[in-house]
């Protein structure tokens, strides 16, 4: 009997940690759910420098264009053709995201013209050009 009780008292002063485990497992749900996920463009630009630049909270949709005009959507170059058919492909999955331009200070203006004109025929209607706060 001696050992009998020495089990069930054992049991007794077990620690549960069913408990602590849902908590753990309901705040990992919570900070993925909350979390804000950033898409880059893929490449690393240096940004021309405005005094008029203003912040922008919904932009969903970036496109960097290179020091050599090379276009990148989601961290792929893309052909200067096929821009329009990206942005209305990202444009379905979040029609009110705004397209911004990430343009290297030493791109060609044309290029970044046939992007924000891309932009504008796929229906985005909310370009603008990302700059450097002075």
Known sequence: MGRRNKAAEEDQNAIDLTPMLDVVFIMLIFFIVTASFIKEAGIEINRPE????MLKKNANILIAVSSNNEVWIDKSRIDIRAVKGSIERLHA????????????????????????????????????????KK
């Open 93 to 132: 999955e979040n029609p009110k995201g705004a397209v911004v331009i990430q343009a290297d200070d030493d791109s060609n203006i044309e290029t970044l013209t046939k992007v924000a004109q891309a932009a504008r025929e796929a229906g985005v209607m909310d370009v603008s050009v990302s700059t450097e």
């Open 50 to 53: 405005a005094t008029t630049a």
